[in-house]
C-alpha cells in the first residue's frame, strides 16, 4: 500500500512544482488596477465590455466588414502582443490600419493606459500572464 500512496505524492508534487514554476509575479499592484478598472469602465467598457469580454460575436466583422472590439480578459489575442504594441494601439487606434478604435492619445496619459492595461491582464489567468511575460522579455531584449 505504501508505494501507490508514495507514487501518488510524488506525482502531486512534481505536478504542483510544474504549475508553479509557470506563475510569474504580476508587475502592477493594487492601486494601479483599481485606477484602470475606473478608467476602463469610462473608456473602454462600451466598445469591449464591462469585464473586457469583447463585443458580441467579437471573433466575426460587424456589419461594415472591420473586426469588432476583441476580448481584453485573455480570451484573444490581446495577450500575444508586448505592452509596446498594446500601448500603441491604445494611443493610436485602429483606424488608420482599417479598424474601429479611435486613438486616445489625447485623452489619456501614458500612466492611465498602463493602468488600463494593469486592469485587463489581472484578468488574465496565470497561464496566459506567463505566455505574454515570456513574450514581452523577447521584446524587451530586442
Known sequence: MRPIYTIYIVA??????????????????????????????QHCAACHGKQA???????????????????????????HHPRSVLMDVIKNGTQR?????????????????????????AKWSDEIYAAWHRIEQDETKR
Not at 502531486?12 to 510569474?24: D, K, N, P, Q, Y
Not at 458580441?56 to 484573444?76: F, M, V, Y
Not at 492611465?112 to 491582464?121: K, L, P, S
Open 12 to 41: 502531486g508534487l512534481a505536478l504542483s512544482f510544474s504549475i508553479r514554476a509557470e506563475t510569474v509575479p504580476r508587475d502592477f499592484d493594487f492601486l494601479q488596477m483599481k485606477r484602470g478598472g475606473q478608467l476602463f469602465q
Open 53 to 79: 469580454e469583447g463585443a458580441a460575436n467579437w471573433q466575426r466583422p460587424g456589419p461594415e466588414g472591420k473586426n469588432q472590439p476583441p476580448a481584453l480578459n485573455g480570451s484573444a489575442h490581446t495577450w
Open 97 to 121: 490600419i482599417g479598424g474601429s478604435m479611435p486613438p486616445w492619445k489625447d485623452k489619456l496619459s501614458d500612466k492611465q493606459i498602463h493602468d488600463i492595461i494593469a486592469w485587463f491582464q
